[in-house]
């Protein structure tokens, strides 16, 4: 177990609706970082999160969000949601610079 | 900028073998290096990171991995593979001179152990 928790696991809908994902990162971690797994891009990096602000972005989409609030849990918004959005979305979090980060199981979003 | 090249998409190796998982690297200054494992479903889990020090570095599950900098190399071992090895592997960059933290990972190689 990494104690990073993600939910929901799985979550289907249809294109053009909005869904949240949320990320409550290991005790202690001020750093939450968001991926994204597919098929066909492999693991890319959308965005992070340092102690409330944003820290570095990635190849994140204008229609996706992010926000990490004062308890340090992230929530990662997904926007105008299209087919191509299907894929697998981590939430990672770390503590010290050098440390690894650590990842939860991930949320499974399915647009149908 | 950085990234991360891993050259074979799968690997099979019969138990008991030796294993071998190759990463090159890029960076503009030294890198920090990361190798993770992804079973299916699941998340990735950290198995061993480079930051500075002895080139040969020893992780969990009885891997370990090999620091070459004139090769930007950072191969990952282990002496005997078990089939519950059988899994994803990713490697990971981040230079250490970048203000953030973010990683930059390879593809993935897939490795299966046969019995």
């Known amino acids: 177990d990494s104690g990073v928790t993600q939910t929901p696991k799985h979550l289907i809908t249809a294109t053009g609706q909005r869904v949240t994902l949320r990320c409550s990162p290991r005790?202690?971690?001020?750093?939450v970082y968001w991926y994204q797994q597919s098929l066909d891009q492999g693991l890319q990096f959308l965005i992070q999160?340092?102690?409330?602000?944003?820290?570095a972005k990635g190849n994140i989409l204008e229609r996706f969000s992010a926000q990490q609030f004062p308890d340090l849990h992230s929530e990662l918004n997904l926007s105008s949601l299209e087919l191509g959005d299907s894929a697998l979305y981590f939430c990672?979090?770390?503590?010290?610079?050098?440390?690894?980060?650590?990842f939860g199981d991930g949320t499974r979003l399915s647009i149908l | 900028a950085q990234s991360v090249a891993q050259p074979e998409d799968q690997v099979n190796v019969a138990e008991g073998n030796p294993l071998t998982v190759k990463c090159t690297y890029s960076?503009?200054?030294?890198?920090?290096l990361f190798w993770y494992v992804q079973y299916p479903n699941r998340g990735l889990q950290f198995l061993l990171k480079?930051?500075?020090?002895?080139?040969l570095v020893k992780g969990s599950y009885g891997f370990e991995a090999e620091f070459n900098k004139s090769q930007t190399s950072f191969h990952l071992k282990k002496p005997s593979a078990l089939v519950s090895d059988s899994a994803l592997y990713f490697c990971?960059?981040?230079?250490?001179?970048?203000?953030?933290?973010?990683?930059?990972f390879g593809a993935g190689t897939t490795v299966t152990v046969r019995a």
């Open positions: 960076v503009s200054g030294n890198p920090y």
């Open positions: 990971a960059v981040r230079d250490i001179g970048s203000n953030d933290y973010k990683l930059s």
């Open positions: 999160y340092y102690n409330g602000e944003e820290r």
């Open positions: 990672a979090s770390s503590g010290q610079e050098a440390g690894p980060q650590h």
């Open positions: 480079y930051i500075t020090g002895d080139n």
């Open positions: 005790s202690g971690d001020l750093s």
